[in-house]
């Protein structure tokens, strides 16, 4: 069955970096995209970013694409979300997603998700 | 960007019984690309409604999601036990995507 699961998080300074993995199973990894959703305490789900099947073409938030990269590696069916200058508001459970338009589109909604992992910034 | 509201906040209902909850949209949803999702706490969240109402993989027919333009809603008929959690409406019509603030369904 297709799995998803999340790991990386953890607490973190302001100002440091994180790198949250996503590891993938049950479903040809390398014919999908996965996006990254995170949800922060208290408020709604925020669509993060997406990297298409390939790893060629990567799409960001506006709002974060300056501090946030991902990237992935079919080789290790994991998807990689960095962040960079954490900032409070980047507290969250981060999810990752898949998309179900496989190789064809990105559909921009997600069929399967993992159960996520908390990300908490905090002196 | 388009903002997505969803009511009621809080949805209590008995098992049994009829859930309607609603989507709506600040502007018009572009072909029809909206989503729901549950969740459950501690779990991860699962696609229930796509293109506002072709059901998911292994989605029970008693889900039913319907609208278009500004305008959907989801509805669980005959609510069992393992439907009541939070659901959450999406629209992937344009290129930013955005989230409602979700519908708790509890038991009442």
């Known amino acids: 069955q297709v799995q998803l699961v999340e790991s990386g998080g953890g607490v973190v300074q302001p100002e440091k970096s994180l790198r949250l993995s996503c590891k993938a199973s049950?479903?040809?990894?390398?014919?999908?995209?996965i996006h990254w959703v995170r949800q922060s305490p208290g408020k709604g789900l925020q669509w993060v970013a997406v990297v298409w099947f390939d790893g060629n073409v990567k799409y960001y938030a506006d709002s974060l694409k300056d501090r946030f990269t991902v990237s992935r590696d079919n080789s290790k069916n994991t998807v990689y979300l960095h962040i960079n200058s954490l900032r409070d508001d980047d507290t969250a459970v981060y999810f990752c997603a898949r998309d179900p338009g496989g190789v064809v589109t990105l559909d921009y909604y997600f069929d399967f998700w993992g159960p996520g992992t908390l990300v908490s910034v905090s002196s | 960007e388009i903002v997505l509201t969803q009511s009621p906040g809080t949805l209590s209902v008995s098992p049994g019984e009829r859930a309607t909850l609603s989507c709506r949209a600040s502007q018009s949803v572009s072909s029809n690309n909206l989503a729901w999702y549950q969740r459950k706490p501690g779990q991860a969240p699962r696609l229930v409604i796509y293109?506002?109402?072709s059901r998911a993989f292994g989605i029970p027919d008693r889900f039913s999601g319907s609208g278009s333009g500004t305008d959907f809603t989801l509805t669980i008929s005959r609510l069992e036990p393992e439907d009541f959690a939070v659901y959450y409406c999406?629209?992937?019509?344009?290129?930013?995507?955005?989230f409602g603030q979700g519908t708790r369904l509890e038991i009442k």
């Open positions: 999406q629209q992937y019509g344009v290129s930013r995507i955005t």
């Open positions: 293109g506002a109402s």
């Open positions: 049950g479903f040809p990894f390398g014919s999908y995209g």
